[in-house]
């Protein structure tokens, strides 16, 4: 028996605890929200850079919301505002979450969209969401992949991608590097989609995406550009929609 079980529970006197592993999301979030404030408070994080984003964190409406509601993080937002303006979300059957960390994206297809499969992967390991398969591994892998698919049971009906390389500094390797995972994403969903399905990768603005566009074009009905209103306004980061996936040859 450890401290957090309820029998050593002292009465709520209004004081922050830590509740272990029996924690929700949204009590985790606000734990580490509430430590990080004292943190600043006392000058315990004292990177320039480090502040200045800590800061804007916890100045970001969306953060809070997404705090608030108990989304993992504010990326949240951002697929529920693609599902409002193009109906992204319209077929959940069986859905593929590349690049799922912290798991947001998961939340929303498994407890707003009540999803039958998701299947999550990330190079990060990501705490469980009920229901949703989650695979700590690197799209790259094939034997990850192929685990991906076993448990998906079926064509996926939706392929999403929010992956985004570890920023190197240097603005045009981080093109290049997102780039090519939004391809690795695009052929993924071409080799794999079920027809009529749906899908969406992050993309960078500026630079190499020619061949992404034309590979959508020739493959979707209907593909779009855009920049939900939650992606930060500096940021180069926006979404490449495809909608109606079309067999265009045998697979
Ligand atoms: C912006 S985050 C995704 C946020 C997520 N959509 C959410 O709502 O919580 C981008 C993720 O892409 C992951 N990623 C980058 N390269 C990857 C790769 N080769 N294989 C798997 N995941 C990758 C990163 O580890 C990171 O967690």
Request: proline letters at 5%; one cysteine or more; hydrophobic letters at 35%.
């Amino acid at each position: 028996m450890t401290d957090d079980t309820p029998e050593n529970s002292k009465p709520n006197d209004g004081k922050r605890r830590w509740k272990g592993p029996n924690a929700t999301d949204a009590e985790r979030v606000r734990e580490k929200t509430f430590s990080t404030k004292k943190k600043i408070k006392k000058g315990g994080i004292t990177k320039k850079s480090s502040r200045a984003w800590i800061e804007r964190q916890l100045n970001d409406p969306y953060v809070r919301r997404a705090h608030e509601a108990g989304w993992r993080a504010r990326a949240a937002y951002k697929l529920l505002e693609l599902d409002e303006k193009f109906g992204l979300l319209k077929n959940t059957q069986r859905v593929v979450d590349l690049g799922c960390a912290p798991g947001s994206w998961t939340q929303v297809l498994m407890q707003k969209y009540g999803a039958h499969y998701v299947v999550g992967i990330d190079l990060l390991p990501v705490d469980p969401i009920a229901g949703a398969h989650l695979i700590e591994g690197d799209v790259n892998d094939p034997e990850a992949m192929a685990e991906m698919m076993s448990v998906l049971q079926g064509k996926p009906t939706l392929v999403l991608s929010d992956m985004a390389a570890a920023t190197t500094g240097h603005k045009q390797t981080d093109h290049v590097r997102t780039v090519q995972l939004a391809e690795m994403a695009v052929q993924f969903a071409i080799d794999n989609l079920e027809v009529g399905g749906n899908f969406c990768t992050k993309v960078f603005q500026g630079g190499a995406q020619g061949e992404l566009k034309a590979l959508m074009d020739a493959n979707f009905a209907e593909v779009k550009y855009w920049k939900p209103p939650s992606s930060r306004a500096g940021s180069p980061e926006m979404f490449a929609v495809a909608l109606g996936f079309k067999q265009t040859k045998k697979r």
